[in-house]
């Protein structure tokens, strides 16, 4: 008998319980993470083996006491017995933590965090800590103040520009002063009397955005083939986010074949593959990814497929059914209300479900999303 699942960011499988202390660790991960089960008694590919009747109390008790114990804070997991005919399993369910980051007591914080990722549970560096120790607060990434940048180092026209453009103002919604706009935009931050740049701010309307993030660019490269090396083209995209999106874009629009047929007097041209797929990933790219690490957005053209590659990993446990069903999480919400407003989104939400529909119907092999080890690689296939 199959248990009904898969293992992912919030499932793993034991066969039996190891003897090492890895259940602690995955359950460290889990809780910093998005929550999640362990289920022992269950074999890799999902064959319910069972634990025998004698171990079973004994098997929960001692698991109690250990992820208690060797956690800090100290995590108190929900543990219990499910039967599957005559088999039994052992489940230990544990939520997202509100007190990250969780770390193993005798590794101590630097050594002994932990995080899932896809179905791996990996030791968090410096930086994916300190990203815990954020959203522990409830703070985001884009919203941070930049303390080496003043709000000099913002263009004040690109600002205004935004304001009078601005989807929203369609709708007849005001702001005030531009100094309102500034705070109701997230785009400065005060800290301690002092005003400074949030990243949003300095990604979207600084002067020089590349002197604070130096890898906050695409790289877009159109390579001979399907596997190799050999560029054909390629641009190294800088400055702020916005300016990144409409270069990029055009930029892989004029690498693409199109085909024509009239149709009356009117001559009618159709991108090989969905130009509306394109936008939306490239889209999703830009807003969703970590900006926290330092690694550049990556685009890259072959004969059979286009590939977006996007530093920083899910901000929530999907997978490409949640996607295809239009559930999303957003990382950066300074950012993507920006986009928004200026109608380069549509609507919140909707990206990866418009992708894998546009490719439906046309026909065309279905689109993959690929969650790695700090990274999200959505690929496109060409005809």
């Given amino acids: 008998m199959k248990y009904p699942g898969q293992e992912s960011s919030i499932l793993e499988f034991k066969r039996e319980l190891p003897e090492n202390n890895q259940i602690v660790k995955t359950i460290i991960g889990f809780c910093n993470q998005h929550g999640g089960k362990l289920i022992v008694g269950i074999d890799d590919d999902g064959t319910i083996v069972g634990i025998p009747e004698e171990k ?13 114990d060797s956690t800090t804070p100290p995590i108190i997991p929900k543990v219990y017995t499910q039967r599957f005919g005559e088999q039994a399993v052992l489940i230990v369910e544990v ?45 985001e990434y ?18 205004k520009n935004f304001l009078e453009k601005r989807k929203s103002s369609r709708r007849g919604s005001t702001i005030g002063s531009i100094d309102d706009a ?60 916005i300016e990144q999106y409409y270069t990029v874009y055009d ?14 007097p009117t001559r009618i041209e159709k991108l090989e593959i969905p130009e509306v797929a394109i936008r939306e990933a ?25 590939e977006f590659f996007s530093p920083g990993e899910f901000p929530s446990p999907l997978n490409t059914k949640n996607l295809t069903m239009g559930l999303t999480y957003i990382r950066n919400h300074a950012i993507c209300k920006i986009f928004f407003e200026l109608g380069i989104i549509e ?15 046309m026909h065309l092999k279905t689109p993959i999303v690929v969650e790695g080890e700090n990274f999200i690689k959505c690929i496109l296939p060409r005809e």
Avoid at 56 to 65: M, P, R
Avoid at 205 to 223: C, L, Q, V, W, Y
């Fill in 282 to 306: 490239l889209i999703n790219a830009i807003v969703h990814r970590n900006y926290h690490h330092p690694a550049p957005t990556k685009v890259a053209i072959y004969q059979d497929r286009i």
């Fill in 95 to 139: 939520s997202e933590g509100m007190n990250k980051p969780y770390f193993k007591t005798s590794e101590q914080l630097s050594k002994g965090t932990y995080i899932r990722l896809g179905r791996s549970t990996l030791r968090a560096g410096a930086t994916i800590i300190e990203e815990l120790q954020w959203h522990s607060r409830g703070l």
């Fill in 251 to 264: 930029f892989i629009l004029s690498r693409l074949h199109r085909s024509f047929s009239i149709k009356g």
């Fill in 56 to 68: 079973l109390q004994a098997v929960q008790e001692y698991l109690d006491q250990l992820i208690y």
């Fill in 182 to 241: 500034l705070n109701a935009y997230h785009l400065v931050a005060k800290e301690h009397g002092k005003e400074y740049p949030t990243v949003c701010g300095l990604l979207l309307f600084g002067k020089n955005p590349d002197h604070f993030f130096s890898e906050a660019r695409i790289m877009a490269t159109h390579f001979f083939g399907t596997e190799g090396r050999e560029a054909i083209a390629s641009i190294n995209c800088t400055g702020t986010l």
């Fill in 347 to 361: 609507t919140m939400g909707s990206g990866f479900l418009t992708i894998f529909k546009e490719y439906e119907t």
């Fill in 142 to 159: 884009d919203m941070m103040p930049v303390h080496r940048a003043s709000p000099d180092d913002l263009d004040m026209i690109r600002i």
